[in-house]
């Protein structure tokens, strides 16, 4: 499933490779990729610096095609949620999180999921395609419009599963890293993945310091299975294995995510089999009380496990000696938390 055309489609060296077949010298590659993403330019009309026979050629042979906003909802607690089209007429949604100083913005890599976990929203109508770098950076650029602030933090989060589209993800953080494009902070930027192995473990090879997050959800082999059928032929021992590799070799500490659903994955069985998992490996576990999807789902899932056994697992672990927190969902009014994004189902308003 192949993602967008046009110039968003290439990475920093795509780019410069482009623009040197073209017999651009080196450094029209650098003021272009600043056009596209410093200064989130919406036409190559906006280009001023650059040559208008170099314009026009890029408008003709790699179109710029800036996102489309459809839809904005802003939450009683300040998140706001966009759903966006696309070029081809594909829509994802973004999550941009203000809070003080700092703004958060979880970007989709995918439209819609091929995962399918039975919380989550988004896999429910499959996956249409990949995302191409440009479109993930663009997510960020527009937030930052709205809101009229810098993007400080970013988080691989949205619709889809990073580490599906390893190549683009990779290429768009990148971009929101470089100084020619976002600026942003590699250990500011995340991502959020089910930890498909392969990809975990070129992931762990990358130069870059950026930060990861795995949804595990339960370390029974059983229940994650059930929770996440798109990785029933995973072995826990072998994510275990390969985050433990990860946090050796990068002495990044992965976030381990886990999603609390009532008598699924909260009984004290399923929490000594976590404590179990996590003891003795550089990690953080990441409790999160079930969003319930949106629309619900009609085999229903749920409910979240109550504030008091959050609090208590929570306890549990950290006697144990396993860092944890527990995430304070926002934008739950507005369909904008972990596992109600959506954008396939959303319609314009």
Known sequence: MPAASGIKRYDIPGLQALLHSWGEPSFRATQLLQWLYAHGAQSY???SSLPASLR???KADEPLAPLG???RQTSSDGTRKYLFGLADGSRIETVAIPHAKRLTVCFSTQVGCAMGCTFCSTGRSGLVRSLAPGEMVDQL????????QRVTNAVAMGEGEPFANYDATLAALRIMNSPDGLGIGARHLTVSTCGLLTPLGRFSHEP???TLAVSLHSAVQATRDALMPALAQQPLAALREALASYGERTRRRPSLEVTLVSQVNDTPAE????IGFARGMLCHVNLIPLNPPSPPLSEGIGPSSPPERCAAIASQLQAA???CSIRRSRGMDIGGACGQLKGLAEAPA
């Open 208 to 210: 870059d310091q950026f």
């Open 69 to 71: 906003l459809l839809k």
């Open 45 to 47: 009309e906006e280009m």
């Open 141 to 148: 650029i527009a937030v930052s419009r709205d809101l009229g």
């Open 56 to 58: 026009e050629r890029l």
């Open 321 to 323: 000696g396993v860092e």
């Open 271 to 274: 929490v000594e089999a976590l």
